[in-house]
Structures are given as structure tokens and as C-alpha cells.
């Protein structure tokens, strides 16, 4: 089976390099080559595109939000293929519905590997991206509440509710009525 292909990267040295590289396998039909994610997002409307190799960082719209918009228009498979390795880029396009995620130093038998495995319905992740994420996730700043907005006995019924408490077990254990306990 061949899988339709649209590249759309702002660099024409890439694009070509790209279209060249991946053409010589059968197993990959180049439909179209664009320079910027609206042109990506209009040509994957309006034809049968499988997968979409996008770059992050283009003019007109860029790969996040068209990645966003041809999951949202149409069955295209987005997979990021880019320098930027910035989490805030990677969760986004993840969120947005990108089926994977790889630097442009991946060897292109990976990236043909990679297109595979999307276009079969897996997600694909470089281990380097897969890491920035993991990163992310453990310095990711927790949110405080203001402490000084609440009385002693309010903060003292939103630690039992944290804890997991019922409005029963709440006023039991402060020796107020349970509806005291739904009100503070």
C-alpha cells in the first residue's frame, strides 16, 4: 500500500531534500510540498493525504496549529519533523493531535520508519523528545491558593476534603452539622 505523503517546511532545501530522499522508496507518494502550515492545512481539505510532515516553526501559520486544524478537518496523520526540541512546542502538538514528533537529525531510514508507524496508527516519539517531556513534567511549577483569603476553620474543612472526606466524616470530625460542613 502507498502512503500519500505532504511535506510543508518553510526551508526549500529540506522540502526538496525530503521529497527527493523519501521518493525513492515506493511505499511513499509525494502529493504535495508546501512552504507554510495553511498551505498544508488547505491542500490536506481538499485531498487524500495520509501523513503530514511538518515543521514547527513556519510562516502564515505554523506546525502546532496546523497540526490542530487537520485533526480537526480531515483523517491526515500529522508527524513533526523539526529542529525544535522546546517542550512547550512538543505538548502542544501532542495535544493538537500530532501522531509523533522527530528532529530533523533523525537518519532517514527512522523517518521512513517512523512514517510507517504513523501511518499504521501508532505514535512515534524520539527518545530526545520523549525526554524533554519527562523533564517537563517534573518542574512543572504546582499552584499555590492564598491562605490568607480563608478563615482557620475553612482551611481546616479543605484539608479534610482534600484528604478525601465525606461532608458526614467532615462534620463529625469538627463537631459542626453536616450542613455547616456543605456551606463553609
Not at 509525494?30 to 488547505?42: D, F, R, T, W, Y
Not at 501559520?61 to 486544524?69: D, H, K, L, S
Not at 523539526?82 to 528532529?103: C, Q
Request: charged fraction near 25%; proline fraction near 2%; charge should be neutral.
Amino acid at each position: 500500500m502507498v502512503i500519500k505523503l505532504l511535506i510543508a517546511d518553510d526551508d526549500a532545501l529540506i522540502r526538496e531534500g525530503l521529497k527527493i530522499i523519501l521518493s525513492l522508496d515506493q511505499e511513499f507518494d509525494i502529493v504535495a510540498c508546501v512552504g507554510n502550515g495553511l498551505e498544508a492545512v488547505e491542500f490536506c481539505i481538499q485531498n487524500l493525504v495520509d501523513v503530514a510532515l511538518l515543521d514547527i516553526r513556519m510562516p502564515v501559520m505554523n506546525g502546532v496549529v496546523a497540526t490542530r486544524e487537520i485533526c480537526a478537518k480531515t483523517q491526515t496523520k500529522p508527524l513533526i519533523l523539526t529542529t525544535f526540541d522546546d517542550e512547550e512546542f512538543i505538548t502542544e502538538a501532542v495535544k493538537y493531535g500530532a501522531k509523533g514528533y522527530l528532529l530533523k537529525d533523525t537518519p532517514p531510514d527512522k523517518i521512513k520508519s517512523a512514517i510507517r508507524w504513523v501511518h499504521s496508527g501508532n505514535t512515534v516519539m524520539q527518545d530526545v523528545v520523549l525526554g524533554k517531556l519527562i523533564e517537563g513534567l517534573g518542574t512543572r511549577k504546582r499552584k499555590f491558593i492564598n491562605t490568607s483569603l480563608f478563615s482557620e476553620r475553612e482551611l481546616g474543612i479543605m484539608k479534610l476534603i482534600a484528604k478525601g472526606l465525606s461532608n458526614r466524616e467532615i462534620a463529625k470530625q469538627l463537631f459542626i452539622s453536616e450542613g455547616t460542613a456543605k456551606t463553609i
